[in-house]
Each structure stands twice: as structure tokens, then as C-alpha cells.
């Protein structure tokens, strides 16, 4: 199926009803989860499970500066691919030649981005009122006119010289408000997200995801709501039906904590730290909290609920969402309230906790650390059972595809004090080195799997986990960015391998599909480097160890004619 013309009367006009009608316009990809589902799923078949071995690369685009790699999701509209590199340069490319259109580089406060740590990546833009929008590591937001990549608004909502962190995930158009996350898990904010006027670049509110109301501050012992960390890092979704956005929380600042059982009472951050590791569902228009559920309370290990991946699941009259936890687990919510209907593991080493009761969602047997070093490893690791990039979901299937990893580490936890001033310094709480999990070695795994029970179709085996996210077509077929650089095509049905290609460096970033004229692509940003990344080469060696993490390119592809 292919239907470019369907918008031929306004072409360039993108609202949330052209973004809720995402799945009768497959050619587009409109947001960085693909549409308000979250499925990461094209409708387009033109490339399928018997043709796919005649892909072959229609052209390639080079940002260059791609410092920690490329990690974003493109999206298109009408034909036109828009995307953003490192230190948040953003290009607006003709998709079926890649010709350049525009491209836009910010100036942004160098000396605060070389001090940073988790920088200067960026993880995509935003559609929507004739405009592109981008975040950046210094904290503003900017909207950029869509036809001529000119500055229109650039709003500054962070004070990232004082707080060090800034955004580096994509934005969501909700109506006529741009919402954005901060990060902050790992310093000393308090993690807020913000709603911006979408027009005039004025801030309509903001809502901190630590102690953002006063039932929350209660849950912080001494003060330490002041020093929280929270972030929102990475972009959650919409649902029109009850004008509601999911989006994720990060962890509470430090990580990791010395209290052990003694948490509520005694330690950095005693009580549950609401709300972090939390999901949480505001209504766009105010920004004011409707309900939420704290997927970990008190979480002791950096096991953010910030994945931003949030599947919209309609199932025997029931309409759920689905969302993965960085600690291995998969939650399942009502989404009329937020109510919790499952819990099932993705991850098959999880020893953080014993278990999370499916039905209510409570933590059963949790491993609270204590000063210095840990008896045995922490499962999983800090790098988490998922990361950060998303799964795919096949309509067509029923099948949800997502990556897991499988390692663990040893930790050491240390006492710290949040050093705010001049300047937010990172708050970790512990020293640690990633180890194979009790199973085996360390590796990662795709899985095809129900998403509400997750009952497990086929798994697919990696000797080094992806880092990137998957995509899944009406074309029968599921693709996943390796992080050797190999981009592989799977039959969505069986899990069996049906086409590979190299792209010469580590994927850690999106990966979309989307029609040209009456054409069919594949597009995939190339370049390693993220976070995560750094601990490959002292676990896997080469090619890990010499992969260049300042290079990237955006990799297109097509049938052969
Ligand atoms: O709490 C935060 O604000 C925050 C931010 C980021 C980031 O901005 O990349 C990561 C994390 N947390 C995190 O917990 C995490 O596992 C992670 C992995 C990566 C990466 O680039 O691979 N970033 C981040
Ligand atoms: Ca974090």
C-alpha cells in the first residue's frame, strides 16, 4: 500500500488529527514513536519478506560532528525526511534522493557542552504547525520554520549552566502545545517536563518529576525533593481519547543508596521518591498530574521508567498500554486510570528484586544495597534489561518485538553528597564494572512476544546486545540495526533471518520506513557512541574496542528497480 496523495490538498499541514490518523497515511512517519500508538510500524508492504534480498542502499546522508554517534529518529512527512545529529543540527532532505533542503546548526553554549557527560546527542524532532522542533544539550527548545529550516522561536527552558543537563530526547506536538523532557536521573534537578505554546514559544507550564505536588514532596526525607535528580529524558505519547500524555520518569538522584531495609527511614532520599521511576499522565493543555503509577518506588538501582515507548493495546473491549522498565520488566496499565492488569519479564537475569506481582504491580523481595561492595552482582546491570531505544508492534501479527539484554554487575556503593554548586555534578552513589550474568555470557536477544501477557513466540540470539530501535512493516518483516553496524531483516512470523547489510559502524539510534513518490524506504542512522556503548569494549573487545564514536551517517535504502 502506498498513498502519498492522501494529503495533496494541504501537504505540509501537520496537527495531532493528521498525527491520529497516522495509520491511514503510511508514507509518513510523523513522530518519533512513529504516530501516537507507539508501534514503530510501518503500513507499507512494497518492500516484503520475499523481496527484501533486493534492498540496496538509495543514498546516504553525513551530518557530520557526530560526536557520541547518531542516535536519532528521522521522520517524514510528505516526502520530505527531517532529522537531527549531535549537538542538535537538524537537516530537512528530499527522501527519495537525499538532496539537501535545508539544514539548520544552533549555536549553543560550547564551554557548558564540553562539560557535560550524557552529550551532546540528540534523539530526534518534532512535526507539527508548519514548524520542526529540537531540543538542545544547553536547555532550549527551538522551532524552526519547515520549509526553509529559519529560526522562528527559541525558547530557553533549562538552566543548563547551573544544572549541567539539558535535552536530549525529541519533543511531542499535543494540539497547540510542544512538550519536552529534561534529563536528570544522575544530577541534581528535578527532572522536569515542559509544556511550550506551539506558535509563540511561550511556556505554558512545567511540571517537576520530583515533588511535583505536595503529596510527592512527602515521600522525600530531609529535604532531599531539593537535590532529586527525576528527568523525563526520553519522549512519551498521547492518548486522544482521554486527552491524556504517558510519558516516563528517570531515577531518583543518587542511584544507588546505602540505607538498605532502612530506606524509608535513613539514607540519601528516604521514602518512595514520588515521582520517579514513575509513568506518569498529564493532561497537555495544563500540564496538571491525572493519575500515575511509580513502577519502582524507592528505586535503588537506575531503573528508569524513562523508555518512552508506550503501546497502545485495544484487546477484548480493554484498552491498555504497555510499557517497559529499564529493571527488565514489561508493566501493562488500563489506560483510563493507570491501573496495573500485568507484569511480565523480558529479562531473564533480574536479581534486583524476586519478583513484581502481575496483578498489583508491588515489588516482592527487593535487594536493598548496603555500603561497600555488594555480595553478588546486581542483575541487570546499570546499562538495564531494555535500554533506552524502542520495540516495534505488528497489527498484523499481534506480535510485539523487542530487544532485551543480559548482563550484570558488581557494585561497590560509596556515600556522596549532591554537589550543586557552581555547577550540578553528577550523583551516582556507587562504582561499578559489568559482568556476565549467572546464564552465560553477555548478550542481548529479540524477542517476538504478546505485549499484554507476554507469551513468547520466537527469540533471535546476539552476541553483543543492539542498541538501537526495531522496526516492524506490513511487509511481513522486522528490522533490527545491530551493533556491529549490521542491519538485519527478520520474517516477522518466524523470526528467521532474510537479509543483511553493512553499514560500516555501530547503530545506536532509530530507524523508520516511509514512501518517495511511489517508492518504498528503509531509513537507518549509522554512528555508535552512546553511554551504554562505552561499556562494550572491556566486555565484547573488537570490534567494539576500536569503533569510532564521532561518526555517523544516515543510510537509505530501496529495491533494486
Ligand atoms: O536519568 C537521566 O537523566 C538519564 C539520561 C540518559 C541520557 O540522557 O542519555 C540516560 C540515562 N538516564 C540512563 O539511565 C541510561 O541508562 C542511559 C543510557 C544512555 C545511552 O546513551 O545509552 N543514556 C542514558
Ligand atoms: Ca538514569
Redesign the pocket.
Known amino acids: 500500500m502506498l498513498a502519498p496523495s492522501a494529503w495533496a490538498i494541504a501537504p505540509s499541514e501537520i496537527n495531532s488529527a493528521r498525527i491520529e490518523a497516522a495509520e491511514q497515511n503510511p508514507g509518513d512517519w510523523l513522530t518519533y514513536h512513529g504516530g501516537y500508538k507507539s508501534y514503530h510500524y510501518s503500513g507499507l508492504d512494497q518492500i516484503n519478506a520475499s523481496n527484501v534480498k533486493n534492498l540496496e542502499v538509495a543514498w546516504i546522508h553525513m551530518p557530520g560532528r557526530s560526536t557520541?554517534g547518531l542516535?536519532s529518529m528521522p521522520l517524514v512527512a510528505d516526502g520530505v525526511l527531517y532529522y537531527s545529529g549531535s549537538y542538535s543540527r537538524v537537516y530537512a532532505l528530499d527522501g527519495a534522493t537525499g538532496k539537501m533542503i535545508w539544514s539548520h546548526f544552533p549555536v549553543l553554549d560550547e564551554e557548558l557542552v564540553a562539560m557535560q557527560t550524557?552529550?551532546p546527542?540528540n534523539r530526534g524532532v518534532a512535526l507539527g504547525d508548519g514548524k520542526v522542533f529540537v531540543g538542545t544539550v544547553d536547555g532550549h527548545l527551538i522551532a524552526l520554520d519547515m520549509k526553509t529550516g529559519k529560526e522562528v522561536w527559541n525558547t530557553h527552558l533549562v538552566d543548563s549552566k547551573k544544572l549541567t543537563?539539558g535535552f536530549?530526547?525529541a519533543p511531542l506536538v499535543v494540539k497547540d502545545t510542544v512538550i519536552i523532557g529534561?534529563?536528570?536521573?544522575?544530577?541534581t534537578s528535578r527532572?522536569p517536563l515542559f509544556g511550550v505554546d506551539i506558535k509563540t514559544g511561550k511556556k505554558k507550564w512545567e511540571f517537576f518529576t520530583v515533588a511535583g505536588t505536595e503529596e510527592a514532596k512527602a515521600t522525600w526525607g530531609s529535604d532531599s525533593w531539593r537535590t532529586g535528580?527525576?528527568?523525563a529524558?526520553m519522549p512519551g505519547t498521547y492518548d486522544p481519547e482521554t486527552n491524556t500524555v504517558w510519558w516516563g520518569t528517570?531515577?531518583p538522584a543518587p542511584?544507588y543508596d546505602w540505607s538498605g531495609a532502612d530506606w524509608k527511614n535513613s539514607g540519601p532520599r528516604p521514602g518512595t521518591n514520588l515521582y520517579t521511576t514513575s509513568v506518569i499522565a498529564l493532561d497537555p493543555d495544563t500540564g496538571k498530574l491525572k493519575f500515575y503509577h511509580q513502577e519502582l518506588p524507592h528505586d535503588a538501582w537506575?531503573f528508569?521508567s524513562?523508555v518512552g515507548e508506550f503501546v497502545m493495546i485495544d484487546r477484548d473491549g480493554r484498552k491498555l498500554v504497555v510499557h517497559p522498565n529499564?529493571g527488565g520488566f514489561v508493566f501493562v496499565y488500563d489506560r483510563a486510570d493507570g491501573k496495573v492488569q500485568n507484569v511480565w519479564r523480558i529479562a531473564k537475569n533480574i536479581n534486583f528484586v524476586k519478583d513484581i506481582d502481575p496483578k498489583t504491580g508491588e515489588l516482592i523481595g527487593r535487594r536493598d544495597l548496603t555500603l561497600g561492595k555488594a555480595s553478588e552482582p546486581l542483575c541487570p546491570a546499570?546499562?538495564?534489561g531494555v535500554?533506552?531505544n524502542s520495540g516495534a508492534y505488528s497489527p498484523k501479527t499481534g506480535l510485539w518485538y523487542k530487544l532485551a539484554q543480559e548482563w550484570c554487575m558488581d557494585v561497590d556503593v560509596i556515600k556522596t553528597t549532591p554537589i550543586t554548586e557552581p555547577m550540578a555534578q553528577l550523583n551516582i552513589g556507587a562504582n561499578f564494572k559489568l559482568v556476565p550474568p549467572p546464564d552465560g555470557a553477555a548478550r542481548g536477544h529479540l524477542d517476538a512476544r504478546d505485549p499484554v501477557t507476554g507469551a513468547k513466540k520466537w527469540e533471535v540470539n546476539f552476541d553483543e546486545p543492539p542498541?538501537a530501535s526495531v522496526l516492524a512493516t506490513a511487509g511481513n518483516l522486522v528490522f533490527v540495526p545491530d551493533s556491529r553496524g549490521v542491519l538485519r531483516a527478520y520474517n516477522a512470523e518466524t523470526g528467521q533471518e532474510l537479509w543483511s547489510h553493512f553499514n560500516g559502524v555501530g547503530h545506536?539510534g532509530g530507524i523508520i520506513s516511509y514512501s518517495a513518490g511511489d517508492k518504498q524506504y528503509i531509513a537507518v542512522p549509522a554512528g555508535w557512541g552512546?553511554?551504554?556503548?562505552?561499556e562494550f569494549p572491556a566486555l565484547f573487545g573488537e570490534p567494539f574496542t576500536s569503533m569510532p564514536k564521532d561518526a555517523g551517517a544516515l543510510v537509505v535504502f530501496t529495491l533494486k528497480q
Open positions: 557520541r542516535q550524557h552529550s546527542y543537563v536530549t530526547g529534561s534529563q536528570g536521573g544522575e544530577w527532572g535528580g527525576g528527568g529524558w528517570a531515577n542511584l537506575d528508569d524513562a529499564k546499570i546499562a538495564g535500554s533506552w542498541l545506536n552512546g553511554m551504554v556503548a562505552d
